[in-house]
């Protein structure tokens, strides 16, 4: 479990980005993974989960979990809801809350208002940067009386600007939406790379976050031991596990 140096000065705060070591599953599963999605054995999700929040201390019944699309859509959790919502990013206030976000190279995102006691947890790729699920989320906060100032944001692990290869109408995308974005893009070799984190903390500073972090860890390369859907894709595996970040107020 990883934690984020900015977050961990706060007491009140429990967090952690996992990766995949430490669970139940097993073959291409093995081992920490929370993907309910995914083709594993349901019963060994739910363990994996259940030491997940043993290691977070929050009650299983109390993780919150999304049916993630790729969308900018935001749900405020003031009670545990009986479904998973349809969404990308969850907000709260609620002590013994805990958001939980599932990657598999897309960016976990947590954001903290210490002054307002305030938490969100949000799943971003391209996708849903590129429909700027971050500024929708950020809003969400401003509007229960967050000051941009105050807020932390913490960027977990991803897939890295040098492993995320994307084609030409990808690039010519995203330049379309602001021709800045080029500076996103490496060029190597006659082939386009494009860094998910950097557009991020890009987007985060435009809106004004001052205390911004990124966790430097690739998901695709092997040694950092996460699940990573493109590696997945290589290796031509038909399915993939997922990792889990989780932040709750105390």
């Known amino acids: 479990m990883i934690k984020s140096k900015l977050i961990s000065k706060y007491q009140n705060i429990s967090h952690g980005f996992f990766n995949k070591s430490g669970g139940f599953s097993n073959g291409i599963y093995k081992s920490l993974n929370c993907g309910i999605g995914s083709g594993d054995k349901k019963q060994n999700i739910n363990k994996n989960l259940k030491k997940v929040c043993k290691k977070i201390s929050c009650s299983k019944n109390k993780l919150v979990l999304l049916n993630q699309i790729h969308s900018n859509k935001v749900f405020s959790i003031n009670k545990i809801?009986?479904?998973?919502?349809?969404?990308?990013?969850?907000?709260?206030?609620?002590?013994?809350?805990?958001?939980?976000i599932l990657t598999a190279d897309c960016a976990p995102i947590f954001l903290f208002d210490p002054k307002m006691k305030i938490i969100a947890a949000i799943h971003a790729g391209w996708k849903g940067a590129y429909k700027k699920i971050v500024y929708k989320t950020i809003d969400d906060l401003k509007k229960k009386g967050s000051n941009i100032r105050d807020l932390i944001a913490v960027i977990g692990p991803?897939?890295?600007?040098?492993?995320?290869?994307?084609?030409?109408?990808?690039?010519?995308?995203?330049?379309?939406q602001n021709k800045k974005n080029i500076r996103f893009f490496t060029f190597k070799e006659k082939k386009i790379f494009f860094s998910l984190n950097e557009y991020i903390k890009n987007q985060l500073k435009n809106i004004g976050i001052i205390n911004i972090e990124i966790i430097n860890k690739d998901t695709y390369l092997k040694k950092n031991n996460f699940f990573s859907h493109r590696r997945s894709l290589k290796n031509k595996y038909n399915d993939y596990g997922r990792n889990i970040s989780v932040i709750m107020i105390k």
């Open 81 to 100: 809801p009986k479904k998973k919502p349809i969404g990308d990013a969850l907000i709260t206030s609620k002590n013994q809350f805990a958001l939980g």
């Open 158 to 176: 991803c897939i890295s600007k040098y492993k995320y290869e994307v084609k030409k109408d990808f690039l010519k995308k995203f330049t379309k």
